[in-house]
Structure formats: C-alpha cells, structure tokens
C-alpha cells in the first residue's frame, strides 16, 4: 500500500488539517487522529474482557500448578506429564500474551511497543499454538502406541527419548515460524483494518 492509498483510507479526520498525513498520527496535530476506534463495539468489548480476564487468571493458575506438580513430584515425570507440563509452559505464554491482546481490540492503532515487541508477540503466539498441536499429535501417537503395543511401547517410551523429542517440537516449532519473522508490524500503525 503506498501513501496515495493511505490518503484514501484517512481516519475520519481529513477535515482537521491532518489530510494525507492522518494515516501516519506521529504528523498528526489532532489528537482525536491519534487513535484508530476499535472494530468492535463497547458492549463486544467488554463482554469479552470480562471473559479474558478470569480465563487469564485460571489459565495461569492452573498452568503454573501443573508445571509445579509435574516438577516437585519425580514420580509424575512419566513420558505424558513431561507432554503435560510441556503444553503447559506454551499455554501459559500464550496467556501471558492475551492483555496484549485486550490492549489491540480496544485500541487497534497505533502499536505502542515498536516493531520488536510487536513481531516478538505474533512469533511467540503462533509458536506456542503450534507447540502445543504438535504436543497433543505426539502424546495422541505415544497413547496409540502404549495401547497397541504396550511391549514396544516400555522400550521406546523413554523419559530421555521424551525430552529430547519435547525440544525436537519446540526447535521445529521456532525454526518453522523464523519466515514469519518478517511479518510487517507497521499495518498496525497506519492501515486501517478491512472489516468485512
């Protein structure tokens, strides 16, 4: 999208003597051309902070409770805790992310924290999605395999094989997500979203 684009689109405050430079609030001397409204509505809005916010607060706790149980407790280390409290730290991250979330459903632009933050935010959401369907796909298999082959199953089903496997999914999770690195942050300081 190039600037003549960006004047067509405009944030409801040509008339204001922002113009062209609207789409770009840093130029902007109106305040009320600073922030983008949120797509959704207030009602929308609220409802689903009230829903994020205690979904945080369980998720973590719960989150950080099984990691602590998995981790205190050697005898739970078997080869589906290791899954267990591995799909935990990624759930875990992802809630850490949802305020960030919150923060753009209700102001959409402009992304305050830079294009670092940004791109560490939407790398680290999707690594952790990923992460964790790789998890349930690898524990559904290990399940399969103890249930149809529960001798092969004693020998192949190690703690150590789980481990390294459990990092195979992380390092396979990143590596796969590094093209995404060069996701462009900058739409959420100057386009505006495209609502269907």
Not at 28 to 51: D, K, M, Y
Not at 133 to 162: D, G, N, Q
Request: aromatic residues 10%; hydrophobic residues 45%; proline residues 5%.
């Amino acid at each position: 999208m190039d600037l003549l684009d960006l004047g067509e689109v405009g944030s409801g405050c040509e008339d204001e003597n922002c113009g062209l430079a609207s789409a770009f609030p840093e130029n902007c001397s109106n305040q009320a051309c600073q922030w983008e409204e949120p797509v959704f509505g207030l009602i929308e809005l609220v409802c689903v902070t009230v829903i994020y916010i205690p979904l945080m607060l369980f998720g973590l706790l719960g989150n950080i409770l099984t990691i602590l149980v998995v981790w205190l407790r050697p005898h739970m280390r078997s080869s589906t805790y290791l899954y267990l409290s591995s799909m935990a730290v990624s759930d875990l991250l992802i809630l850490l992310l949802l305020p960030l979330d919150l923060y753009k459903l209700w102001r959409p632009r402009p992304w305050p924290l830079g294009d670092l933050a940004c791109k560490l935010t939407m790398f680290l959401s999707e690594c952790c999605t990923f992460c964790t369907i790789l998890h349930i796909t690898f524990l559904s298999l290990e399940r399969y395999l103890a249930v149809c082959w529960p001798i092969t199953a004693k020998t192949l089903v190690t703690r150590r094989r789980t481990r390294a496997l459990i990092g195979c999914l992380w390092l396979g999770a990143a590596v796969n997500l590094l093209q995404d690195w060069e996701y462009d942050c900058t739409h959420l300081r100057r386009e505006r979203w495209n609502v269907l």
